[in-house]
């Protein structure tokens, strides 16, 4: 079974990664994601895997479910 994960607000994401201090490109170093595939998840052209959902849910302390659809 495939699970599209769709992010709930790109906006609020964004702001998110903003309010931890960093820059969408740090936050991506930081989280090791390509920033290539983060800004497309920004901007709502890819869904991450389960797994990258969730790494990005704990840099910002947020659970799974508070950022993304599933």
Do not use: C, H, W
């Amino acid at each position: 079974m495939t699970y599209k994960i769709k992010v709930k607000n790109l906006n609020k994401l964004r702001k998110n990664i903003l309010i931890q201090g960093l820059t969408v490109k740090e936050f991506a170093k930081e989280t090791e994601i390509n920033y290539g595939y983060l800004i497309s998840i920004l901007n709502g052209k890819r869904t991450p895997s389960p797994k990258l959902a969730k790494q990005i849910s704990q840099k910002l302390n947020k659970n799974v479910d508070d950022i993304f659809f599933i």
